[in-house]
T-cell receptor, first 114, second 113 residues
Framework: DADVTQTPRNRITKTGKRIMLECSQT?????MYWYRQDPGLGLRLIYYSFDVKDINKGEISDGYSVSRQAQAKFSLSLESAIPNQTALYFCATSVPHGGRETQYFGPGTRLLVL | GQQVMQIPQYQHVQEGEDFTTYCNSS?????IQWYKQRPGGHPVFLIQLVKSGEVKKQKRLTFQFGEAKKNSSLHITATQTTDVGTYFCAPGRSGGSNYKLTFGKGTLLTVNP
């Protein structure tokens, strides 16, 4: 969805480096998420945030941290990247509406850790 | 979070054949969403099912929610090459607030033209 953007789209880094993946949205949604996708494992939740002052761990938060700088921005950091963090990372947003809460995904960031 | 088993993991069909993917849970689900991810793309919401026994259709796609709300299926009639992608089910939380979806591992559909 063009309303959710991620930068960079591709990144190659070395073990031990600190990197940041950024997500911006123009949908005006309060809720934002970070997922990673690995072949055969589906989408796994890393962190999520309900508003600027709210940060929650997902199922696989170890080795990651996040920052919610504004309603529209949610960044994911790898403090010291390791090869098994090589994956496709998605940011998503949502807002509850009429008993439903659809998630809108960004285009993804493909990360390779050497 | 709620765990679901999605089968099959992969399915290859000839164009024109039908396709079905199943999502099974050991616990009763409040609702379930389905998403599609095209190759190289990102997941896109398809539909949400809420009621026991609910059936919804979107052109050639038919979505069902089991009577016991423990399983769901997506059936595609007469597949086309545009149907290629991974289909994910995602059970939602009670009350309809699906802020913390748990996605199934997905079914990858490939279609031979």
């Amino acid at each position: 969805d063009a309303d959710v953007t991620q930068t960079p789209r591709n990144r190659i880094t070395k073990t031990g480096k600190r990197i940041m993946l950024e997500c911006s949205q123009t949908k005006g949604h309060d809720r934002m998420y970070w997922y990673r996708q690995d072949p055969g494992l589906g989408l796994r939740l890393i962190y999520y945030s309900f508003d600027v002052k709210d940060i929650n761990k997902g199922e696989i938060s170890d080795g990651y941290s996040v920052s919610r700088q504004a309603q529209a921005k949610f960044s994911l950091s790898l403090e010291s990247a390791i090869p098994n963090q090589t994956a496709l990372y998605f940011c998503a947003t949502s807002v509850p509406h009429g008993g439903r809460e659809t998630q809108y995904f960004g285009p993804g960031t493909r990360l390779l850790v050497l | 979070g709620q765990q679901v088993m999605q089968i099959p993991q992969y399915q290859h069909v000839q164009e024109g054949e039908d396709f079905t993917t199943y999502c099974n849970s050991s616990t009763t689900l409040s609702n379930i969403q389905w998403y599609k991810q095209r190759p190289g793309g990102h997941p896109v919401f398809l539909i949400q099912l809420v009621k026991s026994g609910e059936v919804k259709k979107q052109k050639r796609l038919t979505f069902q929610f089991g009577e016991a709300k423990k399983n769901s299926s997506l059936h595609i009639t007469a597949t086309q090459t545009t149907d290629v992608g991974t289909y994910f089910c995602a059970p939602g939380r009670s009350g309809g607030s699906n802020y913390k979806l748990t996605f199934g591992k997905g079914t990858l559909l490939t279609v031979n033209p």
